[in-house]
C-alpha cells in the first residue's frame, strides 16, 4: 500500500498548476524550442558569413587574374612594380583563403542545421506525449532529458547574438546588443573587404617614407 501511494507521487498528472513534474516537461520544452531556434540563427549566420567570405575570395581573384593579364609585357620599373602589387593580392588572397578554410563556416552551419533538425524532431515528441494524455511519470522526464542533453552535450555552441535574434520578443529585449553586434560586425566585414587595399597603400606610404629618410 505504501509503495502504491509513492507510485501515485511520481505519476503526477498533467496540471500545469499542481503538478511540480509536469512544470518541469513544460519548462524542458521551452528550453529545447529556445535552444532550437537559436541553433537556426547559427546556421543562418555562418551561412552568411561563408557566402559573403566567398564573393570576397572571388572578386579578389578576378582582380589578380585581370592585373595579371593587363601587366603582363611590363617591364622596368613599371613592371617592378606590377610585380610587387601582384605579390601583395596574391598573398593577401592566399591568407585570407586559409582563414576561411580554418573557420570552416559552411560545415559548421550545416552541424547546427542537422543539430536543430533532431531538436525539431524531440520536440515533437514531447507534443505527441503531451497530446496522448499518457501519465507523466519521473522515469519518462528523465528519459526525456537525457534526449535533450545528448543533442547539445559535445556540439558547438550558439553564440549569444544567436539567441538575441532567436525570436521577435527576444529581438525587442535585446535590440542594443544586436544594434552593436551589427555596426561591429559591418565594420569588420568593411576591413575584410578593403584589407589588400589598405595594404598596398600602406606599403606606398612606408616607401615613400623610406625615400624620405634617405634624403
Do not use: C
Amino acid at each position: 500500500m505504501h509503495k502504491d501511494r509513492e507510485e501515485q507521487g511520481k505519476n503526477i498528472t498533467k496540471d500545469p498548476e499542481n503538478s511540480p513534474l509536469y512544470k518541469e516537461f513544460r519548462d524542458l520544452k521551452r528550453r529545447i524550442k529556445a535552444t532550437r531556434h537559436s541553433r537556426i540563427e547559427a546556421s543562418k549566420r555562418l551561412r552568411r558569413k561563408n557566402s559573403y567570405y566567398e564573393k570576397i575570395t572571388n572578386f579578389y581573384s578576378l582582380i589578380v587574374l585581370i592585373l595579371s593579364v593587363w601587366f603582363l609585357n611590363q617591364s622596368g620599373e613599371m613592371g617592378l612594380l606590377a610585380a610587387k602589387i601582384l605579390l601583395v593580392l596574391s598573398l593577401s588572397l592566399t591568407y585570407f583563403t586559409m582563414f576561411i578554410n580554418a573557420k570552416n563556416y559552411k560545415e559548421r552551419a550545416g552541424n547546427f542545421e542537422t543539430n536543430y533538425q533532431q531538436l525539431d524532431v524531440l520536440t515533437n515528441k514531447l507534443d505527441r506525449f503531451e497530446a496522448s494524455q499518457e501519465v507523466l511519470t519521473e522515469n519518462k522526464l528523465k528519459e526525456f532529458q537525457r534526449e535533450y542533453e545528448k543533442l547539445i552535450i559535445g556540439k558547438e555552441n550558439h553564440l549569444n547574438i544567436d539567441f538575441y535574434m532567436s525570436t521577435p520578443e527576444k529581438q525587442k529585449e535585446f535590440k542594443e546588443e544586436i544594434i552593436k553586434y551589427k555596426i561591429a560586425e559591418g565594420l569588420f566585414n568593411t576591413l575584410i573587404a578593403i584589407y589588400p587595399i589598405l595594404l598596398l597603400l600602406l606599403i606606398y606610404l612606408f616607401s615613400k617614407l623610406i625615400k624620405i629618410i634617405k634624403f
